[in-house]
Each structure stands twice: as structure tokens, then as C-alpha cells.
């Protein structure tokens, strides 16, 4: 019997900032279920709300952000990139391999000069 050696990966998903909380929420949960269905177990994940993007992407100035920590085959990773990019709703995604799991994330205030 062959065990498969599962991963800790971080995933920033940017979400577009036109859907209301329901379509958010399904969009959300459709990226959920693409890491559970295929093994994976949810370690911790942040909602950062909807924030300004440095740059306008597909026409999106704005989008809800998240960060998601999780561990899932390396090989189910593949499939999900797969799956992101025919989420219409879905603006960017980023996933890569942390060190450890976050449990609190903070960004520094820009100071005025």
C-alpha cells in the first residue's frame, strides 16, 4: 500500500470585488472543496476583506483577498491551477510552499512624509 506524501502550501486567492457575499461565498467555497476533494486538509485561512490591487487586472481595480494555508498531495496542485483558471470569478491566484503556518498576518501602514 502506497502512501502519498502530502505538502504545506499558502494560496493567495483575489476574488472579484463585484460579487455580492453569496457569490463570494460559493466562489470561495468552490476553492475549499478543490483542496479537500482531493485530499488536502484546510490548516488556517485569513480574509483580508476587499482592498485596492497595485494595478488594474481585466479591468478589476479592486478584489477580496485571502490567504490560505493548507497540505495536499503535490500532484493535486497541478489539477487546481487547472481548475482556477475557468473560475470566472477568480481575478489572481498565487500558491507557493511556506516554511510554516501563519497564524496571524499583518501588514505595515504606509507612513506619510
Known amino acids: ?13 483575489i476574488i472579484s470585488s463585484t460579487l455580492n457575499d453569496d457569490a463570494r461565498n460559493k466562489a ?4 475549499l472543496e478543490g483542496i479537500t476533494s482531493r485530499g488536502g486538509e484546510i490548516m488556517k485561512n485569513h480574509d483580508f476583506g476587499r482592498r485596492r490591487l497595485a494595478y488594474e487586472i481585466c479591468g478589476h ?14 500532484q493535486a496542485i497541478k489539477e487546481m491551477k487547472l481548475e482556477y483558471r475557468l ?3 477568480l481575478v489572481r491566484h498565487m500558491v507557493t510552499t511556506p516554511q510554516s503556518v501563519m497564524e496571524k498576518i499583518e501588514f ?6
Open 1 to 13: 500500500m502506497s502512501q502519498t506524501k502530502t505538502n504545506l502550501y499558502e494560496g493567495m486567492y
Open 28 to 31: 470561495m467555497d468552490k476553492i
Open 61 to 74: 481595480r479592486e478584489g477580496h483577498y485571502y490567504v490560505i494555508y493548507f497540505n495536499v498531495d503535490s
Open 87 to 89: 473560475m470566472e470569478d
Open 108 to 113: 505595515k501602514t504606509l507612513e506619510s512624509e
